[in-house]
């Protein structure tokens, strides 16, 4: 372990009161995992009663009010930190407010990595996992994100929660890949692995560094003793600017993942605020899958369907599974055509992205559409129609995650 | 001796105050104090785990976040247990403050609805105001029962009992 390893992470805890609500050993549990500390800037209690005017914002709940003067110690300087953790209730409106408004101040007027999340009493470790470690590794890492090209040859392994991706690179080109549904995942990823290094036309030992990533990133990368295992916010974001090649300036990258999806403001390829999930399968590749199996249609092919359809034609609303699927059953029986219930579940899921999601980034053009479901031509039809903005699909998208282990694993060939 | 809810239910002024005249104050230090102190539990730093907000349920609905419903298994059975209680509206936060408003509008609404007297004052502004808000506070505790206890010198000296916190 490096000593940059060793060092614990400093993030602020800024949260309205999660001690309260039975998730704070959850917190503490993963930023232990990510040799993280949580600390809370300390600030005078007369400040309180001013903070609001100070802020410009006026709530009456006084962690709220705390929230607002410790994102001012941070800014100011008084409290000395690495990254900062927002945190409100779930379900609470005026947190929301805070929450966001906290957000965008401190990332406005400072260069602190800033993540943010709504807790319910069922909040677990494992979710903050994730959003934990992409953000110490902003901290710990920034060289290793700064790298804009593929050296060696070196692999990557997306072990995703629907499927398994892999590719193979050298000299900064894919040369091989491979693509498998996730069952058994190390069964899955020794197939696409496989599958990548015989189109490549390599054998495993002379891969010089291997990258994982993805849900199973941690039991594959063991497996194959991978030298990076890193989280997918800050793959998936080096990846699709990789992908897109605009590694300099602003983008926004949108991850439509199998289970749950990312947007993702990066900067020079390094990611800043981002989002993670979603309330419900409803909004992500999944739903796909439930509908063009329900059409009967295989679903490569579902995109060209939803192209050719009128979204307007059907009402769905996909903010839960169950319903969207009830949508679907009530607009077929009232006749509506396959194409336009295909167009209507694509508009929906990048309605729930848009509702859920692109509220707590700051969208920067270039748009970069990633991730499995970005194949699907209806999707990014559907989003440019929502957002009124360009969609950059890039070549291999669905590869995002792999490719982008691959890139930052060639950091440890150089080493 | 009544027991004696306060609003902010953390007030050390308030419950000093009570103290003084022979009454229990119900605060929610000693909520906390007898979380922190029971074994068998790991949940720093205040040892609420995610069975608070169950026990919450009793106060709040489902649909209320999580951080009003730890809040309230906390409060609520102070509420529960309270024979008067005094609100002291618009207090500085050195006064007291549990930190979510969405719990105090409903900690005082259901000590309002319980139908035991009720206090409600303004915190001062003023100095003259100040010598009010102690006189008005005062009136009301004097008009407190007091036959519970018997031997009001004694209780300035006792140490809030936990067990009689209402749980």
Same mark, same amino acid.
Not at chain 1, 278 to 292: K, T, Y
Not at chain 2, 124 to 136: G, R
């Given at each position: 372990?490096?000593? /940059?390893?060793?060092?614990?992470?400093?993030?602020?805890?800024?949260? *309205?009161?999660?001690?309260?609500?039975?998730?704070?050993?959850?917190?503490?549990?993963?930023?232990?995992?990510?040799?993280?500390?949580?600390?809370?800037? /300390?600030?005078?209690?007369?400040?309180?009663?001013?903070?609001?005017?100070?802020?410009?914002?006026?709530?009456?709940?006084?962690?709220?009010?705390?929230?607002?003067?410790?994102?001012?110690?941070?800014?100011?300087?008084?409290?000395?930190?690495?990254?900062?953790?927002?945190?409100?209730?779930?379900?609470?409106?005026?947190?929301?407010?805070?929450?966001?408004?906290?957000?965008?101040?401190?990332?406005?007027?400072?260069?602190?990595?800033?993540?943010? $999340?709504?807790?319910?009493?069922?909040?677990?470790?494992?979710?903050?996992?994730?959003?934990?470690?992409?953000?110490?590794?902003?901290?710990?890492?920034?060289?290793?994100?700064?790298?804009?090209?593929?050296?060696?040859?070196?692999?990557?392994?997306?072990?995703?929660?629907?499927?398994?991706?892999?590719?193979?690179?050298?000299?900064?080109?894919?040369?091989?890949?491979?693509?498998?549904?996730?069952?058994?995942?190390?069964?899955?990823?020794?197939?696409?692995?496989?599958?990548?290094?015989?189109?490549?036309?390599?054998?495993?030992?002379?891969?010089?560094?291997?990258?994982?990533?993805?849900?199973?990133?941690?039991?594959?990368?063991?497996?194959?003793?991978?030298?990076?295992?890193?989280?997918?916010?800050?793959?998936?974001?080096?990846?699709?600017?990789?992908?897109?090649?605009?590694?300099?300036?602003?983008?926004?990258?949108?991850?439509?993942?199998?289970?749950?999806?990312?947007?993702?403001?990066?900067?020079?390829?390094?990611?800043?605020?981002?989002?993670?999930?979603?309330? *419900?399968?409803?909004?992500?590749?999944?739903?796909?899958?439930?509908?063009?199996?329900?059409?009967?249609?295989?679903?490569?092919?579902?995109?060209?369907?939803?192209?050719?359809?009128?979204?307007?034609?059907?009402?769905?609303?996909?903010? *839960?599974?169950?319903?969207?699927?009830?949508?679907?059953?009530?607009?077929?029986?009232?006749?509506?055509?396959?194409?336009?219930?295909?167009?209507?579940?694509?508009?929906?899921?990048?309605?729930?992205? $848009?509702?859920?999601?692109?509220?707590?980034?700051?969208?920067?053009?270039?748009?970069?559409?990633?991730?499995?479901?970005?194949?699907?031509?209806?999707?990014?039809?559907?989003?440019?129609?929502?957002?009124?903005?360009?969609?950059?699909?890039?070549?291999?998208?669905?590869?995002?995650?792999?490719?982008?282990?691959?890139?930052?694993?060639?950091?440890?060939?150089? /080493? | 001796?009544?027991?004696?809810?306060?609003?902010?239910?953390?007030?050390?002024?308030?419950?000093?105050?009570?103290?003084?005249?022979?009454?229990?104050?119900?605060?929610?230090?000693?909520?906390?104090?007898?979380?922190?102190?029971?074994?068998?539990?790991?949940?720093?730093?205040?040892?609420?785990?995610?069975?608070?907000?169950?026990?919450?349920?009793?106060?709040?609905?489902?649909?209320?976040?999580?951080?009003?419903?730890?809040?309230?298994?906390?409060?609520?059975?102070?509420?529960?247990?309270?024979?008067?209680?005094?609100?002291?509206?618009?207090?500085?936060?050195?006064?007291?403050?549990?930190?979510?408003?969405?719990?105090?509008?409903?900690?005082?609404?259901?000590?309002?609805?319980?139908?035991?007297?009720?206090?409600?004052?303004?915190?001062?502004?003023?100095?003259?105001?100040?010598?009010?808000?102690?006189?008005?506070?005062?009136?009301?505790?004097?008009?407190?029962?007091?036959?519970?206890?018997?031997?009001?010198?004694?209780?300035?000296?006792?140490?809030?009992?936990?067990?009689?916190?209402?749980?």
């Amino acid at each position: 372990m490096s000593s /940059e390893e060793l060092k614990p992470v400093k993030i602020a805890l800024v949260s *309205c009161g999660s001690e309260y609500s039975g998730v704070q050993p959850e917190f503490e549990s993963a930023a232990d995992k990510v040799n993280a500390k949580f600390v809370y800037p /300390e600030i005078d209690i007369a400040y309180m009663d001013t903070i609001s005017r100070d802020f410009g914002l006026e709530v009456a709940s006084g962690d709220l009010r705390l929230m607002m003067a410790r994102a001012k110690a941070v800014v100011e300087g008084t409290t000395n930190v690495d990254g900062v953790f927002i945190t409100t209730c779930f379900r609470c409106a005026e947190g929301a407010i805070v929450r966001n408004e906290v957000r965008r101040y401190i990332h406005k007027n400072s260069s602190v990595p800033v993540i943010s $999340y709504s807790f319910t009493e069922r909040t677990s470790a494992g979710t903050l996992l994730t959003r934990l470690e992409a953000l110490t590794t902003i901290v710990r890492h920034k060289h290793l994100l700064t790298r804009e090209i593929q050296s060696g040859l070196t692999a990557g392994i997306d072990s995703g929660s629907t499927t398994t991706k892999a590719v193979v690179m050298k000299d900064n080109e894919i040369i091989g890949k491979g693509w498998v549904p996730t069952t058994k995942v190390i069964e899955s990823a020794e197939e696409a692995y496989s599958l990548a290094l015989k189109e490549a036309g390599v054998s495993i030992e002379e891969i010089q560094a291997l990258g994982t990533t993805g849900y199973g990133r941690f039991l594959v990368g063991n497996h194959f003793k991978a030298q990076l295992i890193q989280e997918e916010i800050t793959v998936n974001s080096k990846g699709a600017v990789y992908l897109a090649n605009r590694q300099k300036g602003s983008a926004t990258v949108i991850d439509i993942g199998g289970m749950d999806n990312k947007a993702i403001s990066v900067e020079d390829g390094i990611p800043g605020m981002f989002t993670m999930g979603g309330i *419900c399968a409803g909004a992500s590749g999944r739903f796909f899958e439930m509908i063009s199996k329900r059409l009967g249609v295989d679903i490569t092919d579902f995109g060209a369907m939803a192209v050719k359809g009128m979204q307007e034609n059907v009402f769905m609303n996909s903010y *839960c599974i169950v319903f969207g699927i009830q949508s679907l059953v009530n607009s077929l029986a009232k006749g509506a055509s396959p194409e336009d219930v295909a167009a209507a579940a694509c508009y929906s899921v990048v309605e729930q992205i $848009y509702e859920q999601q692109l509220q707590e980034v700051d969208v920067k053009e270039p748009l970069i559409l990633v991730g499995g479901s970005s194949l699907i031509e209806g999707v990014p039809k559907a989003l440019t129609k929502l957002l009124k903005l360009n969609v950059l699909v890039p070549k291999n998208s669905h590869l995002i995650g792999a490719v982008g282990a691959a890139l930052l694993a060639s950091g440890f060939v150089d /080493e | 001796m009544a027991k004696v809810f306060i609003y902010p239910a953390n007030s050390l002024i308030l419950a000093d105050l009570i103290e003084r005249f022979g009454h229990k104050p119900l605060v929610i230090m000693n909520q906390i104090r007898e979380k922190v102190t029971s074994i068998s539990l790991d949940s720093p730093p205040l040892n609420i785990t995610p069975e608070d907000p169950k026990l919450g349920l009793r106060y709040a609905a489902i649909e209320v976040p999580p951080g009003v419903r730890g809040r309230m298994a906390l409060i609520g059975p102070l509420i529960e247990a309270a024979e008067a209680s005094i609100i002291v509206e618009n207090p500085p936060t050195n006064f007291g403050c549990v930190g979510c408003n969405r719990t105090n509008e409903l900690m005082k609404y259901l000590i309002r609805s319980k139908g035991v007297p009720v206090l409600e004052i303004k915190y001062p502004e003023l100095d003259e105001e100040a010598h009010d808000f102690v006189s008005k506070i005062v009136e009301f505790l004097k008009s407190l029962p007091k036959e519970k206890l018997g031997h009001d010198e004694k209780v300035a000296d006792k140490e809030p009992s936990e067990k009689e916190t209402g749980k």
